[in-house]
C-alpha cells in the first residue's frame, strides 16, 4: 500500500511540472542545436541530451514552484476562469498536493537542472554558460518569488521570451559551435517571440485574478483590446524576421522559408486572438493554436537548419 502511494505520488510531482509544456524549453535547444550544425558541421549528442535535460528540469522547477508563490499571493484561489493552459496546475486548490510539498518538489527539480548545467560546465569549462544558466535558474525562481516577482511587474512576458529564447538558442548554440556570433540572433528572435506569444495568449483568461492581486501582466496593464493589438503585431513581426532569413544567405534561407509555411496557422491564431472571444470565460481556442505554432514553428526552423547542413554536405 504504501509503495503504491509513492508512486502515485511522483506521478503527482510529475504532472504538477506541467510536462506537455515542457516543450517550450525542448524548442530552442532544438534550434539552437541545428543551427550550429547547419553553420559548423559540429554535433555531440552527449552536450545536446544534457542540455536537453539541464533546461527541461528548471523549467520543470519553474513550473512547481510559480505554483506555490502563486498560492501564498492568493493568484490561483482567487481564479475562476482556469484553463488547460492558465491559471496553474491547480493541485494546491485540488488538494492534491500541500504548498510545503510544492514548493519542495519545485526546489528539488531546480537542484536537479542546477546540477546538470554544473555537469556540462565542468565539461565545456565555460563561464558563458555558466552565466546562462544562472541566468535561467535565478529567472525562473524569481518569476513569482519574492523579492523580485518579474511576473508581478510588467516584464514577465519579456524575462520569459529571454529566457525561453534568446539565451537557450545561443547557450546551444555555442555547446556545439563552441563560439559566440551574430548567426543565432533572428532564429533566437523569433523563438522569443513564440513563447512571448504562449505567455501573453495565457494572460488573457488569468486578467481577472491577476487584476486582484495587482499582477501586472500585459493584459492587465493595457487591457484587453490593446494587448491584443500587441499579440497580432508580435505574430507579424516573427514572419518579418523570416522573411530577411531568406535573403540573410544561403545558410538561413531554408529555416525563414520553411517558417513561412506555418502562416497559415498564424492566420487562424490572429483571428481567434479578438477582444470579444479573449474575454468570453471557457474560451481558450487563441491559447491552443498559439501553443502549437510555437511547436511547429520552432521545429520549421530546425529543420531548415538541418536541410541547410545536410545540402551544403552534399555540395
Same mark, same amino acid.
Given at each position: 500500500m504504501k509503495s503504491q502511494y509513492e508512486h502515485s505520488k511522483l506521478i503527482i510531482f510529475f504532472l504538477a511540472s506541467r510536462p506537455k509544456f515542457l516543450t517550450a524549453s525542448i524548442a530552442p535547444v532544438l534550434v539552437g542545436s541545428a543551427l550550429a550544425y547547419a553553420f559548423s558541421h559540429l554535433f555531440s549528442l552527449p552536450l545536446f541530451i544534457l542540455a536537453? @535535460?539541464?533546461?527541461? +528540469?528548471?523549467? /520543470?522547477?519553474?513550473?512547481?514552484?510559480?505554483?506555490? +508563490?502563486?498560492h501564498t499571493t492568493k493568484n490561483d484561489w482567487l481564479n475562476r476562469n482556469p484553463t488547460p493552459f492558465s491559471g496553474g496546475s491547480r493541485f494546491i486548490q485540488n488538494s492534491l498536493l500541500t504548498p510545503k510539498q510544492t514548493l519542495a518538489a519545485g526546489l528539488a527539480? @531546480?537542484?536537479?537542472?542546477s546540477a546538470i548545467g554544473l555537469v556540462i560546465v565542468a565539461l565545456t569549462k565555460s563561464i558563458f554558460i555558466l552565466l546562462l544558466g544562472l541566468a535561467g535558474l535565478l529567472g525562473?525562481?524569481?518569476?513569482?518569488?519574492? *523579492? @523580485?516577482? !518579474?511576473?508581478?511587474?510588467? =516584464?514577465?512576458?519579456?524575462?520569459?521570451?529571454v529566457l525561453f529564447g534568446l539565451l537557450p538558442v545561443y547557450g546551444s548554440y555555442y !555547446? $556545439? /559551435? $563552441?563560439? =559566440?556570433?551574430?548567426? *543565432? @540572433? !533572428? *532564429?533566437?528572435?523569433? =523563438?522569443?517571440? !513564440? %513563447?512571448?506569444l504562449v505567455i501573453l495568449i495565457n494572460e488573457f483568461p488569468d486578467v481577472a485574478a491577476d487584476a486582484a492581486v495587482d499582477k501586472k501582466t500585459l493584459v492587465v496593464r +493595457?487591457?484587453? *483590446?490593446? /494587448?491584443?493589438? %500587441?499579440?497580432?503585431?508580435t505574430l507579424a513581426a516573427s514572419y518579418i524576421i523570416a522573411a530577411a532569413m531568406i535573403f540573410a544567405g544561403q545558410l538561413m534561407f531554408f529555416a525563414g522559408l520553411f517558417y513561412l509555411f506555418t502562416l497559415p496557422i498564424a492566420i487562424i491564431a490572429i483571428k481567434a486572438a479578438n477582444k470579444k472571444d479573449l474575454a468570453v470565460p471557457g474560451q481558450y481556442r487563441a491559447n491552443q493554436v498559439t501553443v502549437l505554432l510555437h511547436s511547429l514553428g520552432s521545429l520549421s526552423l530546425a529543420a531548415g537548419f538541418i536541410i541547410t547542413a545536410l545540402h551544403s554536405k552534399t555540395i
Open positions: 536537453l @535535460l539541464a533546461i527541461m +528540469f528548471l523549467h /520543470a522547477g519553474a513550473n512547481i514552484t510559480n505554483d506555490y +508563490f502563486d527539480a @531546480l537542484a536537479i537542472g525562473g525562481y524569481f518569476y513569482t518569488a519574492a *523579492p @523580485l516577482r !518579474l511576473g508581478y511587474r510588467c =516584464v514577465g512576458e519579456f524575462i520569459i521570451a !555547446l $556545439q /559551435a $563552441q563560439t =559566440v556570433d551574430a548567426a *543565432p @540572433l !533572428l *532564429p533566437a528572435c523569433i =523563438v522569443s517571440i !513564440l %513563447i512571448f +493595457f487591457g484587453i *483590446p490593446a /494587448a491584443a493589438r %500587441i499579440y497580432k503585431i
